[in-house]
């Protein structure tokens, strides 16, 4: 009898320490944010790109932060893109000062090139009238470190970012981007 007397005051001893342990630990709730995955999916934070202008000025979609940012792949020998760039010029023009919900202030296009040539990279942006002073090339071509990132496939292929650097759409053409920007516009 004495022996499960020992016991049952060494379980209860027991017990008591480990209430005593749980009543001393402090839970505290977390005040981070969650992480927005960055990915090439709606709703990611768009991977970085980092490029070279015509000059060898260093361009970063980081540094477009509080913009409103079109990401346009394009190259000076693709027809398609060459066709599509009148709408983004004149897309630019319209919402460059506009303000924009989770967009910041300011609508612009990070133009990145798959051309070879630097060439005619230039006389394109110059042709076509491609008044934003972002435009990276690394002329890799379709082995462009962006274009990889990307997974680029075929061109012209771009994405909506906003100001916050979230991809809020891709591959709009035409009305499609006028329409999907005119949505996050603040009146």
Known sequence: M???????ILF??????CKSAKEDITVTASTTEPQVPIGLNLGNKAPEITGKDAKDSVITLSALKGKMVLIDFWASWCGPCRKENPNIVKTYMSYKNKKFKKGGAGFTVLGVSLDYRKDLWEAAIKKDSLLWNTHVCDLKGWSSDPAISYKILSIPSNYLVNGEGIIVAMNLTGESLRNTLQKYVIN
């Open 12 to 17: 209860c001893f027991t017990l008591l320490n």
């Open 2 to 8: 004495r022996s499960v007397s020992i016991i049952l």
